[in-house]
């Protein structure tokens, strides 16, 4: 099925989506009213926008109690990118409460499918964007992401992830979550589409105070695949030491080997003042500060947001001057940390996950975002990709994460990592 037979992926997504749950709101009459535009790789193509991203005319929920009823009046400036270059959006799609977690399970709006395993989570907080991807309801799926909503749920959908450089594309009419790390992105069939979606969403959006200026000459589309020979691929040494599922580690082997038999150079980078699990750590505060901060009207109040979500805003409120500074000092290590590696290294190659998908109803694993959290941390493009896992079930996940607004190369490098 065509990412551009609009009726058949409507009707597909009435049939199939109710056991899945990626769309909280399908505008079929907005779909099959838009016209074609007859030209462009994108022009007709079907795509979801995650609930925290204006969208004029759909309810903007963030999956919030408090927002439920917030109608966008006008489309946020990557909403409009998307629409100029010709694609169709489909409706709004499931994210985890307040884009703070990977589940996709939210009180009051409903639990989101893994479309790969029944009762499996798609990750998050981008999941529905993921979820609808697997599932053939749509070939691209705008998602956000501030220490790995995007590229989580790719991991675990077996989809492709993108995580842009940071104000590369604008914020503005996206509900946010922490200005310091928020990052609109895609999740995506292929690595190509990913570029395509990526400069489809490029629109000069001065509002956001992060967004900066596209540099001359810049694309995501490479003009003629990457050239391996002698580019320098380093393998984080704090990743190499981190716990994970076999089959990641497998993955993540497998496609070092691969690079290498393309003639890069695969090895072992130091980085000694990032350790993954306190840097997470460090970042989920600081994620909680700012958001306490930008939503305070909604921590006090029971009807707002669930328990869980006011008592994550309640933590960064209250966590103090101190603990908040020395968190941000911990996270600028981390950032040089990685900028310097990539002064020796074109790109950096490393699991997405630690784990694959898991059962809804389980404890998360703390460790979600361990690998991820890095490329937010340190404003670097990254995209996600699936690996076949040596078990034979859910699919495995690597990363590649390269140099500010080196898209072109690391799209480039995924296409050719998965290529039959």
Not at 24 to 32: K, M, N, S, T, Y
Not at 338 to 362: K, V
Request: glycine residues 12%.
């Amino acid at each position: 099925m065509s990412g551009s037979d609009i009726p058949a992926l409507l009707d597909r997504i009435a049939r199939e989506d109710p056991a899945i749950g990626a769309f909280w709101q399908v505008d079929a009459p907005g779909a099959l009213a838009t016209p074609r535009r007859g030209d462009g790789e994108l022009d007709g193509v079907a795509i979801g926008i995650k609930d925290n991203v204006d969208v004029a005319g759909l309810r903007t929920t963030a999956g919030i109690a408090a927002f439920r009823n917030r109608v966008a009046t006008t489309d946020a400036p990557c909403v409009r990118g998307l629409r100029a270059a010709g694609l169709v959006i489909l409706g709004k799609l499931a994210m985890h409460e307040g884009a703070l977690g990977a589940t996709t399970d939210t009180p009051g709006f409903g639990r989101c499918i893994n479309p790969l395993r029944e009762g499996f989570t798609p990750g998050g907080s981008s999941g529905g964007s993921g979820a609808a991807v697997a599932a053939g309801f749509v070939p691209l799926a705008v998602g956000s992401d501030t220490m790995g909503s995007v590229r989580i749920p790719a991991a675990y959908c077996g989809v492709v992830g993108l995580k842009p450089t940071q104000g590369l594309i604008g914020r503005s009419g996206v509900v946010p979550l922490s200005p310091a790390l928020d990052t609109v992105g895609m999740l995506t069939r292929t690595p190509r589409l990913a570029a395509l979606g990526l400069e489809a969403m490029l629109c000069d959006d001065p509002e956001d105070p992060g967004w900066r200026p596209t540099p001359t000459g810049w694309r995501a589309v490479a003009e003629a695949p990457p050239r391996l020979d002698g580019l320098r691929i380093g393998l984080p040494e704090p990743v190499l030491a981190a716990t994970m599922e076999p089959e990641l580690r497998a993955a993540w082997a497998a496609a070092a080997v691969r690079l290498r038999e393309a003639g890069a150079v695969v090895e072992p980078v130091p980085m000694p003042a990032w350790n993954p699990s306190v840097a997470r750590r460090a970042g989920l505060l600081l994620v909680e500060a700012e958001a306490a901060a930008l939503h305070a009207e909604l921590v006090d109040d029971p009807q707002a947001a669930s328990p869980g979500f006011r008592a994550a805003l309640a933590y960064g409120r209250d966590a103090g001057t101190v603990r908040l500074v020395r968190a941000l000092h911990r996270l600028e290590e981390v950032k040089a940390a990685a900028l310097r590696a990539l002064q020796s290294c074109d790109a950096l190659l490393m699991p997405t996950a630690p784990q694959r998908a898991f059962a809804h109803g389980t404890p998360a694993p703390v460790d979600q975002a361990d690998f991820t959290a890095l490329a937010n941390f340190a404003g670097l493009p990254a995209i996600a990709l699936p690996w076949p896992a040596q078990d034979g079930g859910l699919p495995a996940s690597v990363q590649l994460v390269g140099r500010p607004y080196a898209e072109a190369l690391i799209l480039g490098m995924a296409e050719l990592l998965i290529a039959p």
